[in-house]
């Protein structure tokens, strides 16, 4: 996560998990090892502005067309949930 810390939790970075999409949300695309303490306590990843970069990151490291190909497959019920972009 950057912070320097252990990572212990998995978070969903751009899409929360919503059990009843959790086939859309459950993929390496979406989620981050992070600190426990910064996840549960601080909520510190819950922001606009760190699901941008974690986006940013997943581009360098994916690719894009991958990205892209995550975010179309979403169902349109989901579509505003994306305030990352």
């Not at 899409?15 to 993929?27: A, G, S």
């Not at 910064?38 to 990205?67: C, I, S």
Request: charged residues 25%; positive net charge.
């Amino acid at each position: 996560c950057g912070c320097g810390k252990r990572a212990e939790h998995a978070h969903h970075c751009l899409i929360p998990n919503l059990k009843r999409f959790e086939k859309y949300v459950n993929t390496p695309l979406n989620i981050a090892l992070v600190n426990g303490a910064e996840h549960v306590q601080q909520k510190k990843f819950d922001t606009q502005e760190w699901r941008k970069e974690f986006y940013r990151q997943n581009v360098l490291r994916y690719g894009q067309p991958a990205m892209d190909a995550w975010i179309e497959s979403l169902p349109a019920k989901m579509k505003h949930r994306i305030d990352w972009l």
